[in-house]
T-cell receptor, first 110, second 112 residues
Framework: GESVGLHLPTLSVQEGDNSIINCAYSNSASDYFIWYKQESGKGPQFIIDIRSNMDKRQGQRVTVLLNKTVKHLSLQIAATQPGDSAVYFCAEKEGGKLIFGQGTELSVKP | EAQVTQNPRYLITVTGKKLTVTCSQNMNHEYMSWYRQDPGLGLRQIYYSMNVEVTDKGDVPEGYKVSRKEKRNFPLILESPSPNQTSLYFC???????????FGPGTRLTVT
């Protein structure tokens, strides 16, 4: 999950396994959440979003789950591939701003 | 191709020498914003703009200025850069605040 510190949380998975990346958000009034993927040397890339009136949303190989009771967001990646290796950020919308978590580094072992 | 472009991509400068990082998007997006990314601190918003001539402070606006005279451009201005502004900067745009942000490729700034 997301945490404060100089080192990113890391998650290492075997190719083909499912990955679950967790994120705790801070503002119970946030109404929109996004997951981004950032590969080395590139800008963040949108993966999937979810509004607060939903608790689950599915995309291609990805699912986002939202638990507003405990202010928790998760990203599930099915059949993880080497190309999924990256840093993953959750972000919550507060007014006109997006507040990002610090990110989790996903490493996929062949 | 829909994209956000930033220039320069890399810049090394000295303390106090004014600089501008340009950002341009070709998607006719109303919303644009600037972020800085630092190890251990993640992405933090500097300024954002909901439309032409409308700008607001983000979480870390000190030492920065922006302008939004045209819809497609949102330059970031450092009037007197200092070493603590050494960072990786990203510009982003979206069609609204509740829409996915398209990020530029980043500008790596070093202030000595």
């Amino acid at each position: 999950g997301e945490s404060v510190g100089l080192h990113l949380p890391t998650l290492s998975v075997q190719e083909g396994d499912n990955s679950i990346i967790n994120c705790a958000y801070s503002n119970s009034a946030s109404d929109y959440f996004i997951w981004y993927k950032q590969e080395s040397g590139k800008g963040p890339q949108f993966i999937i979003d979810i509004r607060s009136n939903m608790d689950k949303r599915q995309g291609q190989r990805v699912t986002v789950l939202l638990n507003k009771t405990v202010k928790h967001l998760s990203l599930q990646i099915a059949a993880t591939q080497p190309g999924d290796s990256a840093v993953y950020f959750c972000a919550e919308k507060e007014g006109g701003k997006l507040i990002f978590g610090q990110g989790t580094e996903l490493s996929v072992k062949p | 191709e829909a994209q956000v472009t930033q220039n320069p991509r890399y810049l090394i400068t000295v303390t106090g020498k004014k600089l501008t990082v340009t950002c341009s998007q070709n998607m006719n997006h109303e919303y644009m914003s600037w972020y800085r990314q630092d190890p251990g601190l993640g992405l933090r918003q500097i300024y954002y703009s909901m439309n032409v001539e409308v700008t607001d402070k983000g979480d870390v606006p000190e030492g920065y200025k922006v302008s939004r005279k045209e819809k497609r451009n949102f330059p970031l201005i450092l009037e007197s850069p200092s070493p603590n502004q050494t960072s990786l900067y990203f510009c982003a745009s979206s069609s609204g605040t509740l829409q996915k942000r398209h990020f530029g490729p980043g500008t790596r700034l070093t202030v000595t």
